[in-house]
């Protein structure tokens, strides 16, 4: 999903305002496998409305009728967004991110979660949510070598219709100069209150890494 995509879904909900057609029976009866929790909680959890839960809810069951969607499923979706380019591994990226619970799929609370913190979230939260993404072993810090791995990926989603046309060694320049950066205390790793104070004082950074156009 790119930002065209969080446009399109953003235009949705908007338009769900006007309409009075509601799923909210399909809803509470959903015979799915992996059927929702209850859309209060749900609304409770996101910055969400419940109408507007419910048109994501329909978007949602329509791409993935069984309620929850796997890696290769993902991956075959995002595909569609960037044709011009190889998004598998920035794919496998974005899936772990949105996993939270790591089981090996991503349910439609776990599609909620993370879009409502992308499309409404606050600086802070997309940073964390950022973060997350880029600490691709989820042990609390970021690599070097984590940071490039995601550059990379997302240099290949974009492919070469990229203008200007992107040089190979591109990801590694600009990783070797955000690393050196974020790192404050030159121990190696970047942690999350160094990852976001670098953001936030440097719009070039966080424009760079594509963190918000990019990240979804």
């Not at 609304?43 to 329909?58: M, N, V």
């Not at 879009?115 to 997350?132: D, H, M």
Request: with cysteine; hydrophobic share 35%.
């Amino acid at each position: 999903m790119n930002v065209r995509r969080v446009e399109s879904i953003s235009a949705q909900l908007e338009e769900a305002s006007s309409t009075g057609d509601s799923v909210e029976d399909e809803l509470e009866m959903a015979t799915v496998r992996h059927r929702p929790e209850a859309l209060e909680l749900l609304e409770a959890q996101s910055k969400f409305t419940k109408k507007e839960l419910q048109i994501l809810y329909r978007g949602f069951k329509n791409e993935c009728p069984s309620g929850v969607v796997n890696e290769e499923t993902f991956k075959e979706i995002y595909s569609q967004f960037f044709p011009q380019g190889d998004s598998t591994t920035y794919a496998h990226f974005l899936f772990n991110a949105f996993d939270t619970d790591h089981n090996g799929a991503v349910s439609f609370e776990d599609f909620i979660k993370g879009l409502s913190i992308l499309l409404r979230g606050t600086v802070q939260e997309k940073l964390n949510w950022a973060f997350n993404l880029y600490d691709i072993n989820k042990d609390g810090y970021i690599t070097k070598e984590e940071m490039l791995d995601i550059m990379k990926a997302i240099y290949d989603m974009m492919g070469k219709c990229t203008y200007p046309v992107l040089k190979e060694d591109a990801p590694r320049q600009h990783v070797e100069t955000f690393f050196q950066e974020m790192d404050k205390n030159k121990d190696g790793v970047v942690t999350i209150d160094e990852f976001i104070e670098s953001c936030q004082k440097d719009e070039n950074i966080m424009r760079s890494m594509q963190l918000f156009e990019n990240v979804i």
